[in-house]
């Protein structure tokens, strides 16, 4: 089954090398048309148009030649080791050290964060993205296929370089944010619903803040409900809660593999049933 051999390829040997992962040259297309001034909307999205189109293309040409391409294309469609081995850098008790690790997942500046709201960035970034990098792009792989996967994680990847509001990727990354938003608005919710059936409190956090963010605070909400946190992110949201210490890692690690299991447990049942069906 392709779905079980790239989850175990992912859990074993974790993210492809830089040189040889697909991910890495997403965004080539991007970083040539951003430089060109005035209708930067226009050019966000026609650069984000020819990305999926390549790759789709690319995709498609070289699972003719081999099966192994499918299985090498979805494998790099989400991250479930990586993610995990990331955080887990974040448990030390070393200022420095922490701030380095915490600053390769997250795009705020880390330079003036203590050691709560550091830990908070590192366990906001895990709950975030089991929905991006876990639930998302198996979500479109079970309705699409392969193509469903790869489609989500070229948009995700361009939300990532140029989704900000910033003076520079303002207009230029409207669009794929906005078509990213579009992507994730099922499985954002989708992972909320993963994570709060491991305790049912998470459903107040979730009426509470969800609201804070259209997408990306539903699994959020739901995973600091579950360990009874508070996740901040200053000056732009605040989850009341106990603050975020050294040993809450290991707590959201431990949550991390669960809701991971559960969503791994759930999509085999749909594949085989699906084979079964059509």
């Not at 859990?11 to 040189?19: A, C, R, V």
């Not at 909307?41 to 026609?46: K, R, S, T």
């Not at 908070?120 to 469903?148: K, R």
């Amino acid at each position: 089954m392709l779905l079980g051999f790239s989850i175990l390829i992912d859990l074993f040997f974790g993210e492809f090398p830089n040189f040889i992962h697909p991910v890495v040259y997403m965004g080539v297309i991007g970083k040539r048309f951003e430089k060109i001034k005035g209708f930067r909307f226009f050019f966000g999205m026609l650069s984000l148009l020819l990305e999926i189109s390549f790759w789709l293309f690319l995709c498609k040409m070289l699972v003719k030649v081999n099966y192994f391409f499918e299985l090498y294309f979805l494998s790099s469609t989400f991250s479930i080791r990586a993610l995990y081995v990331h955080v887990k850098r974040c448990k030390t008790n070393n200022l420095k050290i922490l701030r380095r690790n915490v600053s390769f997942i997250v795009s705020r500046d880390v330079s003036f964060l203590d050691k709560n709201h550091l830990y908070s960035a590192a366990l906001e970034s895990l709950s975030e993205n089991i929905s991006d990098s876990i639930v998302a792009p198996l979500f479109y792989y079970l309705i699409f296929g392969i193509y469903g996967a790869l489609l989500y994680r070229v948009v995700n990847t361009y939300d990532a370089l140029f989704g900000y509001r910033t003076e520079r990727y303002e207009w230029f990354g409207k669009f794929p944010a906005r078509f990213d938003d579009f992507l994730n608005f099922i499985p954002a919710r989708l992972t909320a619903f993963l994570i709060i059936l491991f305790n049912f409190r998470a459903i107040e956090y979730l009426k509470r803040y969800r609201k804070l963010k259209i997408n990306s605070m539903y699994p959020m909400a739901a995973f600091a409900g579950v360990l009874g946190l508070g996740f901040e992110k200053i000056g732009v949201y605040k989850l009341e809660g106990k603050g975020v210490e050294l040993g809450d890692i290991d707590r959201g690690l431990r949550l991390y593999k669960k809701v991971v299991f559960l969503w791994i447990v759930i999509l085999m049942v749909m594949v085989v049933l699906k084979e079964r069906i059509f």
